[in-house]
């Protein structure tokens, strides 16, 4: 089981950009990493998806066009680039780590079922 960590969550105006950042003190590279979110009094959602070879990608529909997913092998590094923030992309918002290495594939729409290492989430609240 990895140890996962978010990092980059904060308070920005509607409109504004976050950049989150997930890494772990085990490999994520050859593993397909999810993002998801949730808010108070919701259920947890997925946000997006990225294959293991970093060519696949999923999205939410609320966030398609607006969030890309991306990931640095090198740096053992998973990000998600928050463009065109609305409020009710407030939430809080966790990585995770699929159970198989070598899977390639995201699921689509997604399912958070496959994904067992887990980070605590980091805070993003877009507010005026």
């Known amino acids: 089981q990895a140890h996962v960590v978010e990092s980059g969550g904060g308070l920005v105006q509607p409109g504004g950009s976050l950049r989150l950042s997930c890494t772990s003190s085990e490999i994520l590279s050859g593993y397909v990493i999810g993002w998801f979110r949730q808010a108070p009094g919701k259920e947890r959602e997925g946000v997006s998806c990225i294959g293991n070879r970093g060519g696949n990608s999923v999205y939410a529909h609320s966030v398609k066009g607006r969030f890309t997913i991306s990931r640095d092998n090198a740096k053992n590094t998973v990000y998600l680039q928050m463009n065109s923030l609305k409020p009710e992309d407030t939430a809080v918002y966790y990585c995770?780590?699929?159970?198989?290495?070598?899977?390639?594939?995201?699921?689509?729409?997604?399912?958070?079922?496959?994904?067992?290492?887990w980070g605590q989430g980091t805070q993003v609240t877009v507010s005026s």
């Open positions: 995770a780590r699929e159970r198989w290495f070598g899977g390639n594939w995201c699921t689509d729409p997604m399912s958070a079922t496959t994904f067992t290492s």
